[in-house]
């Protein structure tokens, strides 16, 4: 088996892109130190997180002008996301910090005043300068998936020399593949971008640059409508013990998951590693697992969820997030684990996020006691800095607090179109914690606004009042949050057929859904959600040409 040397700086979710090379045919090893290039005869370079740490930690290690020799030598070189980033001349993440100069060119955080930061999701990369062929497997009629905050913008003149695809988002063009002879390096990630990214990271190790277009793949004009960032819909996992101890993915209704019948057993929808792979395979944009289940007495490197991602990453390739957990813990031999490091036994089991719960909601009114300032101890602040924003979501609980006008309470109201029991016209939504079973003194909008300044990338925001009712999403709710943030949020909670989709893509401007039990039941399937959401006009990923 052919082989590909692997260079890696803790880059976060590695697993999954092991997998992929191996899923195209090719053997991986690793660059442990910098000697180790001389044998290599392929190279990627992988990465996810801080621009500045990601080069720090290449230049500690030695590997800068070993790594410049061999990109130097012809041979084949691959930067994916961080490690694209990293060839340019430098970034505005961290200034201080040089690139490694090989394009040229800075990297520029995208503006937020009209869309949200980070730019997560499935979007183009057409290519600017070849009509009839294919860059390394590049087609534009596919989509491929995205996670950052800095890009380096379409210059076309500035780059000249180099074959470029590009992507746009709002008004912003930007650089999502560069390549010049046997160098490739891509902002997106291949090993996550499903058919179409298995297949650009298959023609770079076997270096088959270019090739024709055939087919669909010649009749698309991405900037003519085809273009921009997909509507994401996500398939989310309840995954915990049933009373036999056996991971079952379940569904509550509002936050319950047992039976109503006699005996009150876990109901029991599937096994969860089967139940992603299906998603997968029907188009999912990404997969969620929940763990609600405590395994408090279980050793660290040994939770049931570990084996669950491990197994999901081998045939799974677009992001997994997984929540439940994330803290800092006592290990069963009472070492203390800090939430950074059970962060990175899931980022190497194959998660590509991680999500916060109750812990974010602690973190929050210690930060508004605090006067609002951040104490750089909490699991989003450590997280981040070690991986990026764009690697940490907080999931949020809240329900409805109806009260008789806004002056009533101190907390973020509404003025809501469904009035409380009673006939009263505003509500706030009060953060929970413990499954939704704790209220707590702080509403969402507070709640949002604290752990963005801490380093949350996204919000998977949930509604206790909406779960399992298949009435569709709480679109006061979610309007109320996106007006308070920038960064990308998930609606959730209450789909049950997919015009609920088209209804909280067309009237709020969520950057994602997701739905669960609609999907686990077999009522609706992700597929059959996508089409419908194609038909009415809304851009989505069409696995189906991939």
């Given at each position: 088996m ?5 260079l890696?700086?803790?880059s976060g979710n590695i697993?999954?892109l092991v997998?992929?090379?191996e ?5 991986v090893?690793w660059?442990k130190?910098?000697?180790?290039f001389?044998?290599a005869?392929r ?23 070993p790594?410049?020799d ?5 041979k084949p ?5 961080v ?8 970034s505005?993440?961290n ?6 100069g090989?394009i ?7 503006n ?5 930061v980070?730019?997560?999701?499935w ?11 294919s860059?390394y497997?590049?087609t534009?009629?596919?989509k491929?998936?995205?996670?950052h905050?800095?890009a380096?913008p379409a210059d076309?003149?500035a ?8 992507a746009?988002y709002?008004?912003?063009?930007f650089?999502?593949a560069?390549?010049k002879g046997?160098?490739l ?15 650009v990271l298959e ?5 088959e ?6 087919g669909i ?7 003519a409508?085809?273009?921009?960032l ?5 398939a989310?996992?309840d ?5 036999a101890?056996d ?11 047992r039976?109503?019948s006699?005996?009150g057993?876990?109901r ?12 997968f395979?029907d ?5 969620t697992?929940?763990?609600i289940?405590?395994f408090r007495n ?7 969820m570990?084996?669950v991602?491990r197994?999901t ?10 929540g439940?957990g994330?803290?800092?813990v006592v ?5 203390k ?8 036994l899931y980022?190497?089991?194959g998660?590509d996020k991680v ?7 602690t ?12 104490s750089?101890?909490?699991?989003i602040?450590?997280?981040s ?5 764009q690697?940490?979501?907080?999931s ?7 009260v008789s ?7 973020n ?5 469904f ?5 009263e016209e505003?509500?706030?939504y009060?953060?929970?914690?413990k499954?939704?079973r ?15 300044a ?15 009712t298949?009435?569709g999403?709480d ?5 109320a949050?996106?007006a308070a943030?920038?960064?990308p ?13 088209q209804?909280?893509?067309e ?5 994602a859904a997701?739905?669960?039990g609609?999907?686990h ?5 992700v597929?059959?959600?996508k089409?419908y959401?194609?038909?009415e ?7 189906g040409?991939?």
């Open positions: 052919p082989k590909v040397h692997l890696d700086t803790v697993r999954s997998n992929a090379i899923k195209v045919g090719f053997q090893e660059i130190k910098p000697s180790d001389k044998d005869e190279v990627i370079f992988p990465g996810v997180g801080h621009f500045g740490h990601c080069l720090t930690e290449i230049r500690k290690g030695g590997f800068e002008q790594l410049k061999y990109i130097a030598s012809g070189f691959m930067g994916i996301c490690g694209m980033q990293a060839l340019f001349e430098g505005e993440e200034e201080s910090v040089v690139g490694l090989i040229p060119g800075k990297l520029k955080l995208f937020s005043e009209a869309k949200s980070p730019h997560i999701g979007n183009n990369a057409a290519t600017r300068s070849m009509q009839n062929e860059l497997g590049l534009p009629h596919n491929y998936y995205y996670i905050s800095y380096r076309i003149q780059l000249e020399g180099w074959d470029l695809a590009t746009i709002g008004e912003e063009e650089v999502g560069v390549s046997s160098i390096a891509t902002q997106f990630h291949p090993e996550k971008s499903g058919k179409a990214g298995l297949r023609a770079f190790l076997k270096q640059r270019l090739s024709p277009l055939t793949a010649t009749k698309i004009d991405e900037k409508g085809a273009g921009g997909t509507r994401r819909v996500i989310c996992l995954v915990r013990a049933n009373d101890g991971l079952v993915v379940t569904k509550g209704d509002q936050y319950d998951v039976e109503k006699e005996g057993g876990v029991n929808l599937g096994k969860p590693v089967e139940m992603a792979k299906k998603y395979e188009g999912a944009d990404e997969i697992f929940l763990n289940t405590s279980c050793p660290l490197e040994d939770l049931p570990l084996d991602l197994l990453s081998e045939t799974v390739f677009v992001p997994l997030t997984i439940g994330i803290r800092d290990d069963a031999d009472g070492t684990r800090s939430a950074v490091e059970v962060a990175t980022f190497k089991s998660a999500s916060i719960g109750s812990d974010a909601v973190a929050a009114e210690e930060y508004y006691a605090r006067g609002k300032v951040l750089g101890t909490t699991a602040e450590g997280i800095k070690a991986y990026g924003n690697a940490v979501v907080v949020i609980d809240p329900k409805r607090i109806y006008s806004a002056e009533s309470t101190t907390h109201t509404i003025k809501t179109a009035p409380g029991p009673n006939g505003y509500c706030w009060q953060c929970t914690i499954g939704g704790e209220g707590r003194d702080i509403d969402v909008v507070q709640l949002v606004t604290a752990v963005e801490m380093g949350a990338g996204e919000i998977l925001l949930n509604c206790i009042d909406k779960d399992g298949n009435s999403f679109l006061e709710l979610i309007d949050v996106k943030i920038k960064i949020v998930i609606a959730s909670s209450g789909a049950g057929n997919p015009t609920h989709f209804e909280v893509f009237k709020t401007t969520t950057d997701l739905g669960a609609m999907f039941r077999s009522e609706y399937t597929k059959q959600v089409d959401l194609a038909k006009g809304l851009i989505v990923r069409d696995t040409c991939e």
